[in-house]
Structures are given as C-alpha cells and as structure tokens.
C-alpha cells in the first residue's frame, strides 16, 4: 500500500469494466491517493492472453496503483503475480477474495475463498513469496454470516498479507443492503495490519462518518465515483465546485482518454459512464436514452451542448 501515503487512505476500489486506465487517470486527477485496477484472471495472465495483458498495463500517471487478480490455485496465483511484478511494476497485488459474482466464486475464487481459509491463506503465503512487493487482500464480512470476517482476516494477517480490504456486506448481500461498518471496525480492532473500509461511500459525508466509525486506516471507493469523480476532492478538502460546464469538461477528457486507450470501438465502451455522469438531471431517463446510442464523440458533444448551462447538478 506504500507507507509513504498519509492516513485516511482515499483510494479508487476496483471494479470489473469500470476501473480501467481512462478512468483511473479521471480520478486520479481528483485526489485518489490509491488505485486498485479492475480484477484479472490468473489464468489468463500465465498462459500470456494478450487481452489481459493489455488490461494490466500501468501508466505512470496512475500511481500508485495495486493490481487486483483471482483466482483459486497457489502455483498459479503466485506465478502470475510475479509475471505481473516483473512486466508492469504495479505498487501492490491484491487478491481478490470478495467478489460475490456466480462465474467467478463458482471456479472457486472470490468470496469462495472465505470458505476456504487454509486455501485463502496459502494463497497468500505463496504470493508472498513469489513477489517482493506489497500483498493484500479484498475480501467481505462472510458469505452468510457477518461474523466471519473475525476469524477470517486473522488467518490472512498471519499468512503475511501487508493489508486488508474489507467489504461491509456479505456474499448473500451481494451489492444490496446496508454495508455495516461497525464489524469492519470490530476487524480493525483485531489486527495489526492496515485495514481499508469498501461499501456505502456515496459522497464526503459517508467517507467521514465510516472513517470515525470504525478507526479504518482509509476507504476504498467503488460505485460512490462512477460519474462523480469530483468524491475523492470533496472528502480531501470539504468542498466541491462542480457545475454543468466542468461535467462536460471532465466527460469529455474522459471519453478523450477512453478513445485513446480503446481506439474506435471506445465510443460504445463509453456508454456505461455517461448513464452514471448524468443521473440526476432533468429529464434524465430521455437523456440517458439518447446517451446510451451514442455513435461518435460529435454526437455527443452536439448533446452536451443542447445541456442548459442552469442545469441544477
């Protein structure tokens, strides 16, 4: 996580097909002090799959940045944290032991693991020892019960993860419900590692009030900066100026970004944000509509444009 990070760690958390190098660089802009890039497969980066080796690269105006994989074999896991160490040099590997999606607990990986903690924790010694960079671990409070994490993350800190990420739901949770803070402090309590609180940070309020509550050493933020980037400035300094004109500004750097990264066919992969930038506005389900089809970036600056610059935001 880098010791050189000052304390209350406001990171980006990682999210499938959202936390890619455009928007990373977005909200690094804004103040993220950390990066966690979308999961990748373990897999995939041993048998050298071309995609997702282009999905790990780092640019250097991202970092730090820890670089999440899954997975649920040691050798393998391990190998390619160290194939990921040697071509791209993230800060950290994180390993992911919280997703709660079907496909992946379903090849035993994510939240699957909390089942397993001895194979969870030799999944982590052996990733220790193929790399000499930092080490962690995003996981959630348990699959059906809230109290597993408590037996749970001291397996992890034992097995030699440097720190822990802690989702305040369960796996049956998924991404619904209240995310319960005060067991994540309970977590916090137990272990000597650093501890990152993930869930319910919707803007600078929630940060604050999850950082008091449980004594958390940051948070992570996942669906809290989809189209609101501007979260990681507002919980730093307390204050936001964001009207309409910077929302089209920011949309457009990151389409710029988007297109740079993806080439042609970024256009459609652009889509999912503009949904998230624009919630909220006036008539948004006929604007959402129209953004949602999308075909080039002058026909979305044409529909920026046709934007009141009164548009309460």
Known sequence: MGAQLKRPIIALAPMADYTDEPFSLICKKFGADL???????????????EKTLQMTKINSRER??????????????????????????PEGIDINMGCPVRKIVGIGAGCELMRKPRLAAEIVRAVKSAVKISVSVKT??????????????????????????????TREQGYGGKANWEMIGRV???LKIPVILNGGIWN???????????????????????????????????????DIG????????????????YGERGIVTFRKHLVFYFRGFPNAKELRVRLARIESEK???????????????
């Open 35 to 49: 990066i966690f890039r979308e999961m990748i497969s373990a897999e995939a980066i041993v048998r050298g799959n």
């Open 299 to 313: 026909e979305l600056n044409d529909i920026l444009a046709s934007l009141p610059f009164q548009t309460v935001v």
């Open 140 to 169: 959630r409070l348990g699959w059906t019960k809230e109290t597993d994490i408590l037996e749970f993350a001291p397996i992890l800190e034992a097995a030699g993860a440097d720190f822990i990420t802690v989702h305040g739901r």
């Open 246 to 261: 910077d929302i089209k500004d920011i949309v457009l750097e990151h389409l710029r970004l988007h297109l740079k990264h």
């Open 64 to 89: 730090p940045v820890i670089a999440q994989i899954f997975g649920s074999i040691p050798k393998v896991i391990a190998e390619a944290a160290k194939i990921i160490e040697k071509k791209f040099r």
């Open 188 to 190: 916090k309590k137990l």
């Open 204 to 242: 600078a309020g929630d940060a604050k009030r999850a950082l008091s509550f449980s004594g958390a050493d940051g948070v992570a933020i996942a669906r809290g900066a989809l189209g609101n980037p501007w979260i990681f400035q507002e919980i730093k300094t307390g204050d936001i100026k964001k």
